[in-house]
Every structure is written in C-alpha cells, then in structure tokens.
C-alpha cells in the first residue's frame, strides 16, 4: 500500500496544496540506482514478518487459549494501525526537522519496535508460565495479553516502517518518473522475495534446532518453532535496515528553506498545513462517479481476500487435514501443526506466482482487452478459487485415513492428491492477488485526475476501500463462523460471494481508464 508521506508529495502538486506539503517544492535530485535498491530491500525484511504472521500467528493464538470464533478480532490491529498509525507517522515524517532526516528515524523506531514485539509475542507463553499461567490448563490468560500487546505493537511498528521507506524511495527518486516506477517496482519485488522466505521458514518444522533454548517447559516444538523463525526475522530485518540506514543519507529538512522558495508567501507567515484527516475529508466530498465505483469494487474485492488471508493455514491443519489446534489427542494436534505449515508452503507457491504474475500485469492486461476487464476476470477466479475450498474440504473428510498404532487409533495425513489440489489452489490464487496489489493503485492514479482530488489523496482514500473491509471480517468473521459451526467455510463462501459481486461491478460498472492520460500520470500508474 502507498505510504501516505509519498501521497502528500504528490497530493501538493495536484490539488493545488503547494504551500502545505512539507518537500513538496524542493525534492531532491536523483540518486543512484543501488541506494534506491539498498532501500527497497528493507521491503524483504518488514515482508518475513508479515508472511510468519499470516501463516502461524492464527493457530498460535488458539494454542494459547483463545477460541476459534474470537481469533479474528486479534487481526484488527492490522486495518486499525493501517488506517491510523500509516497516516499518523506519514504526515509527522514529511515535518521531522531531526539532523538524521524525515524518514530515517521513523525506519530506525519501526525497526526497534519490531523488534521488541517479536520477543513479547515469542516468549508470550513463558512470560505468561513465569506470571501463573498454569501448563495443565487450556486457557493460558497472562500469555494471551502478552501476545495481544505484542502483536499490536508488531503492526504499528510494521505501518511505521512501511510508509517511511516508500517515502524516502520517493525522495531518492526526485522528479524522475522512470525510477519512481523502479523503485515500487522494487519494492514489491523485494516483498516477494519477504515473503518466500517467511513461508519457507513457517513450512519448515526443525528451526528449533538452531536454537536449542527456545523449547521450555511453557512453549512446545510448535512455538520453539515460531520463536526461531522470528529470531530470522529480527536478525533480517536490523542486517538490512542497518545496511540502509548507514548508506544513504538525509539532507534534514528545514521549513524555512521550503518557505523561501515560495515567492508567493510573505516571510514569516507560512501558511498552516492541512492535516491529513482534513485533506481525506475534502477529497470524500468532491470524488466523482470513476473513484466511487473504484472504491466499491474495492471493498468487495477485500472482503473476498481477507478471511482466507486470514485462516488459510488454520484451514489446511483443521478442514484439509483434520487436525485440532486444542484438546487431550496429540495425535490431533500434531495433524493440525503438519496441516499448518503445508498451508504456509502454499503461501509460499503463492508468492512465487505472485511474483511472476506481477510482472506481466501489463501483457496481460493487453491480451484481454484493458485493465478493468482483466480485474473483473481475476475477481471470477478468486470467486471459483475460494468457492474449491468446500468441494477441497468434502473430499479431504469423505478419504479421511486412519491406522491403528499400538492399539490406538492414529490420524494419517491425507491423499498425495488432496495434498497436490490444496497446493495447486494455493499457488493460482497468486494470480488474482497479484492483480489485487496492482490495478487497483494504478485505476486511483488514473482516475485522480477527474476525481476531484489529487493522485496521492486518491491513494489514500483507496486505502479506506482495504482498511474498513478487514476490520469488519476481523469483527465478523469469527461469530459468523461459529453460527455455522465453528470452521472456516463460511467466511471462504461469503468471501466467494463477495469476490463474484466484485468482478460484475468492475466489468459493467467501472470506467475504462481514458485513452488520452498524461505521460507522467500513466508512468506513475505503470502502464505506458
């Protein structure tokens, strides 16, 4: 998502805000290529921990005690933190006089908070254990408010560290067009390559070895597994944000010097910025019919996505492999862990088309006549893809195996081609999110021009479109589950539903982008 530093440089040029946007006249020139790649690779760090949080986070909170149906409110921090924290840190960065930059201190706090979070929710059984937790019950109270505190202080920290980075490969970049385009392009590149590596790690069910210490008494292999893998994303994420923070450097920024090549503006008396909150509101006012409609396929589009981004692993080890993350029968659970990092190796495949598929938006969008038919053909296969996730289920329970173990009935995991479909769903569902990640940003862009609002302000009201939609799944998902029995179907099939509605509005609702955009504008968009 656009980090909302980069929307207020672009919102200053286009919506007439020249003298309230803080760098807006006086960006600096461009600099060399590997600074810009030195900055993006930050994108791979802050990615890892996103990837190790969709895939193991959900069935680490149920291991702790926290029901099934309620697991879903602790992912509102996400749309929350994106929603407040993002602009919140985006509009202080685009202000901060510190003699190390406006970006760089930011990235230097997110990086330090990340890496608290991560110890407070790996070590949030131990903590809890040490504070009265007992082992014998299943509900383990004081862990699961130190996961909570820990969790919501990893997403403020991830929103803190993502807009500032986006912001300072803007200002790497300066009023090239071609290497702003090099930079995102990068940056999404760099993300895959995060998220490859996190999956990859929450498949892989020996990191504990590495780290001996990590099992305890209070935290089982499954956790000993997730602390080391957080460990990687620490020691990551400080090798590469250290790297570029030491690199590249920040000219401070200073109000006076951007007052003083403003010829328009009296000494002394510049004029008070509008805050960001003041500006969104603005720009809700004056959209135009192009952006609503934007919006609406959006939302739709985002509510399709989020319950399986949020309970495909959980999905795999419950649904797909008959496992329980609770209960007396280790047996269970450990069907239920071997199903949750087969569904993280399927985020993993998932990535990978990701990111081959994002780099043939373009090609793909010619081949099918546009990008907004290209939009609406994915939101049909996102639709057929989650819909597959009832009939993947029913096959999984009708050729349900079992062997009998020194009298005891044991769980087998399940077919060769169960496994090799749920896989294969997984890695195709890449195509439609890689789309997800794309069109949507470069429509906003287009259609900032008759929108009524600039570019960047555009970016930021389709940031409302994603944020609201996840915090109403986040509420909703789980009560809506349990009222059909606790699993994750329901959430899959009305996420179906969504993404069907989503693909009929933006192949009859939605404007073609115009035939004539500008030249800068279709850059900034990526199609040209």
């Known amino acids: 998502m656009e980090s909302s530093e980069s929307k207020s440089v672009k919102a200053g040029k286009v919506s007439g805000f020249e003298n309230q946007q803080p760098g807006a006249a006086s960006l600096p020139r461009t600099s060399p290529l590997r600074k810009i790649i030195v900055v993006a690779a930050i994108a791979a760090g802050i990615q890892f921990g996103w990837a190790l949080q969709l895939s193991l986070l959900t069935p680490y909170v149920q291991l702790l005690g ?60 131990d903590i809890g254990h040490l504070f009265g937790d007992s082992l014998d019950r299943e509900m383990k109270p004081r862990a699961i408010i130190v996961f909570i505190i820990g969790f919501w202080i990893l997403d403020v920290a991830n929103n803190m560290l993502q807009g500032p980075c986006r912001a300072l490969l803007a200002d790497l970049s300066g009023n090239n067009q071609k290497k702003v385009r090099t930079a995102n392009a990068l940056f999404s590149f760099f993300m895959a390559v995060g998220n490859v590596l996190g999956f990859a790690a929450g498949s892989y069910s020996k990191l504990h070895k590495i780290f001996p210490f990590t099992t305890t008494k209070a935290c089982d292999i499954y956790c000993a597994n997730l602390k080391s893998c957080f460990f990687f994303s620490i020691l990551l994420l400080i090798f590469l944000t250290t790297i570029a923070l030491t690199y590249v450097h920040e000219q401070p920024w200073s109000p006076e010097k951007v007052n003083a090549g403003n010829e328009e503006e009296e000494a002394g008396e510049p004029t008070p910025p509008v805050p960001f909150f003041g500006e969104i509101v603005t720009a809700l006012k004056e959209l135009r019919k192009p952006m609503w409609v934007l919006l609406l396929v959006t939302c739709l589009n985002w509510i399709a996505w989020f319950p399986f981004l949020l309970f495909d692993t959980d999905w795999m080890g419950r649904e797909v492999y008959g496992g329980q993350s609770q209960g007396d029968n280790p047996g269970l659970k450990k069907a239920y862990n071997n199903g949750v990092r ?12 990701l990111g081959f ?23 049909f296969l996102l639709a057929i893809c989650l819909a597959m996730t009832v009939l993947v289920t029913k096959l999984a329970e009708s050729h ?21 479909g749920t896989l294969s769903l997984f890695a195709v569902l890449g195509i439609p999110l890689a789309i997800t990640y794309s069109i949507p940003f470069a429509l906003a862009s287009i259609f900032s021009s008759t929108s009524g609002a600039g570019q960047g302000l555009s970016l930021g009201v389709l940031n409302l479109a994603i944020v609201i939609p996840q915090m109403i799944v986040s509420l909703g998902a789980g009560p809506f589950d349990a009222i059909f029995g606790g699993g994750n179907l329901p959430a899959f099939v009305l996420g179906a539903v969504a993404a069907a509605a989503s693909g009929v509005f933006a192949l009859t609702m939605l404007p073609s982008p115009p035939p004539d955009v500008p030249a800068a504008k279709a850059a900034a968009a990526g199609f040209h």
């Open 400 to 420: 349900r195996r079992f062997a009998t173990v020194n009298g005891a009935e044991v769980l087998l995991p399940p077919s060769g081609g169960i496994k090799a």
């Open 342 to 353: 087969a569904g993280a190796l399927g985020l993993m495949l998932n990535s990978v088309v």
């Open 357 to 379: 598929t994002s780099l043939s938006v373009v090609v793909l969008a010619r081949r099918v006549g546009g990008v907004k038919r290209l939009w609406g053909i994915v939101n």
């Open 66 to 125: 926290i029901p099934h149906k309620w697991a879903s409110l602790i992912w509102l921090c996400g749309p929350v933190s994106g929603m407040v924290v993002q602009p919140i840190v985006g509009y202080n960065s685009d202000r901060c006089t510190s003699r190390f930059g406006r970006r760089r201190p930011f990235i230097a706090a997110g990086a330090a908070l990340v890496a608290t979070a991560v110890v407070l929710i790996g070590f949030a059984a």
